[in-house]
T-cell receptor, first 116, second 116 residues
Framework: AQTVTQSQPEMSVQEAETVTLSCTYDTSENNYYLFWYKQPPSRQMILVIR??????QNATENRFSVNFQKAAKSFSLKISDSQLGDTAMYFCAFMKHGNDFNKFYFGSGTKLNVKP | DSGVTQTPKHLITATGQRVTLRCSPRSGDLSVYWYQQSLDQGLQFLIQYYNGEERAKGNILERFSAQQFPDLHSELNLSSLELGDSALYFC???????????????FGPGTRLTVL
């Protein structure tokens, strides 16, 4: 079974600074996908960034980037130039590639507070 | 707006009652997923349907059931409700036309269930 671990229940960062959220996962699969979702106070789940395991290049979406270390099974999210609107719960998710029809495994989340 | 709709937005009911939550996936998406998020918790995967058929089951209680109809909308039925069933219930959808393709999940706004 796949497991996803987010070891930081809560983090704080000053506006305009950079913060990194950690995520590790356990799997015996070689092909899979990884995601970061954001859940602001509105509780809506919003996709932030995604990474295909077969790609060595780290994914980047504007101020959001990942550090994907396949051998270490680590998938951290870096938020640059933090903004107040980044305050949210962040969930790391794993999806197997193959016949599992896109079943997601979520971590327990990291609550990020961006302070003015 | 993800394109996934859920009704009702809020539901308040009493213990022992039965409720039905409804989800309409994005146009063209064949897979529907149900998740439960209790207060300050991560997302627990309940069940997945693909084109009308059950495909994956997670930690879904026997008191809960779901189905996906020919028009691809899905319903989650919760019966003999208990206080602990109070949670935010999310529906998500993905294209899911092939288990071998990358498919992110798009989340609806959720239904907040309160059991008194």
């Amino acid at each position: 079974a796949q497991t996803v671990t987010q070891s930081q229940p809560e983090m704080s960062v000053q506006e305009a600074e950079t913060v990194t959220l950690s995520c590790t996962y356990d799997t015996s699969e070689n092909n899979y996908y990884l995601f970061w979702y954001k859940q602001p106070p509105s509780r809506q789940m919003i996709l932030v960034i995604r990474q295909e395991a077969y790609k060595q290049q780290n994914a980047t979406e504007n101020r959001f980037s990942v550090n994907f270390q396949k051998a270490a099974k680590s998938f951290s999210l870096k938020i640059s130039d933090s903004q107040l609107g980044d305050t949210a719960m962040y969930f790391c998710a794993f999806m197997k590639h193959g016949n599992d029809f896109n079943k997601f495994y979520f971590g327990s989340g990291t609550k990020l507070n961006v302070k003015p | 707006d993800s394109g996934v709709t859920q009704t009702p937005k809020h539901l308040i009911t009493a213990t022992g009652q039965r409720v039905t939550l409804r989800c309409s996936p994005r146009s063209g998406d064949l897979s529907v997923y149900w998740y439960q998020q209790s207060l300050d918790q991560g997302l627990q995967f309940l069940i997945q349907y693909y084109n009308g058929e059950e495909r994956a089951k997670g930690n879904i209680l026997e008191r809960f059931s779901a189905q996906q109809f020919p028009d691809l909308h899905s319903e989650l039925n919760l019966s003999s409700l208990e206080l602990g069933d109070s949670a935010l219930y999310f529906c998500a959808s993905s294209v899911g036309t092939s288990g071998y393709s990358y498919n992110e999940q798009f989340f609806g706004p959720g239904t907040r269930l309160t059991v008194l």
